[in-house]
């Protein structure tokens, strides 16, 4: 393989994590592009660990495998290192990157992989082509809209476009029920520009949090993932305003990807329940909740 070789839809997308991440009981239907995303962190192993760390930056840089080369023994020697989390990531990776109906499969051993396309933003990389600057873009900034700190499940709005400038679909349905509009993402991971996330009706009040910390708290919530402030000074939207295009951070333009939430997805300190992005304390905040989660001790 030459070195030059580049490795909405309803869909149950997995992140990575040191171990098997909540899926529902009863995955919806695929009628639309929600994307069930989750991320489990606390073990060296979120956003910020072994699987970008593994794949992108540390010796398996995405421009250096391609699709039709997942045999390869670069591919294998990196898979083999961690295959619980690999598998993982891979399923992440491929429902971005590979259209729905199409799956990649990758044998070790007496183990067989197959991971199962979803939204296909990069057709063209997907089957073995070098991934063009439009396809490394909107790949990066889907790896970067389906990641959350937390092991848990969350639905979510993806909006925008393949890298041949597709629209994902969406109904006015899920766009009636997913009201938070939450994000932008963007970013190249293929060439090492970094991912970078911004806020879109602005960060979340005090007293609030969600399991969507990294576009919603502000600061930079998830490593890697740089946050840059409000989606509107750095973006442009699409012609209907639905979703912003593209995004401009560096005096680079890149083309982003737009997330949208539920209602019942922002919780609040005081509500009488602890969720996973509450903590014990003596305070009314979430990360020292008492009404919520007690006092700690």
């Known amino acids: 393989m030459k070195a030059t070789q580049v490795f909405g839809v309803m869909l149950l997308v997995l992140a990575v994590g040191c171990g098997p991440v909540e899926e529902p009981s009863n995955p919806p239907e695929e009628s639309g592009r929600t994307a069930v995303q989750a991320l489990e962190d606390g073990n060296g192993l979120a956003f910020n660990g072994l699987a970008f760390n593994g794949l992108a ?3 398996l840089a995405f421009n250096g495998l391609a699709f039709n080369g997942l045999s390869s023994a670069s591919f294998s020697t990196w ?6 989390e690999s598998n993982l990531f891979m399923k992440y990776l491929v429902h971005c990157a590979v259209p729905a109906g199409q ?17 296909g933003l990069a057709p063209g990389w997907s089957h073995g082509s070098p991934a ?3 396809e490394q873009q909107v790949v990066s900034a889907c790896l970067g809209a389906l990641v959350n700190k937390y092991g848990r499940t969350v639905q979510i709005s993806v909006l925008g476009t393949t890298a041949q400038g597709r629209p994902i679909p969406a109904t ?3 766009l009636g029920s997913f009201t938070i509009r939450e994000g932008c993402f963007f970013g190249n991971l293929f060439n090492g ?7 879109d009706q602005g960060v979340l009040p005090p007293a609030q949090s969600s399991l969507r910390a990294c576009a919603l708290s502000g600061g930079n919530a998830c490593p890697p993932l740089v946050h840059v402030g409000s989606c ?3 973006c442009r939207f699409d012609l209907t305003g639905t979703y912003f295009a593209q995004c401009t951070f560096n005096g680079v333009t890149y083309h982003s990807l737009t997330t949208r939430l539920r209602p019942e997805e922002i919780y609040t300190c005081g509500d009488g329940i602890c ?10 905040r979430p990360d020292s909740c008492n009404r919520d989660c007690g006092s700690c001790g």
């Open 57 to 59: 930056f540390n010796g």
């Open 79 to 84: 898979f083999q290192q961690h295959p619980a």
């Open 103 to 119: 799956t990649r499969t990758y044998s070790a051993g007496t183990a067989t992989y197959v991971w199962s396309g979803g939204l």
């Open 132 to 134: 063009t600057l439009e």
């Open 172 to 174: 006015a349905s899920e």
């Open 193 to 199: 520009e970094g991912l970078f996330v911004g806020n």
């Open 232 to 234: 509107h000074g750095r």
């Open 275 to 284: 969720q996973p992005s509450e903590s014990c304390g003596t305070g009314n």
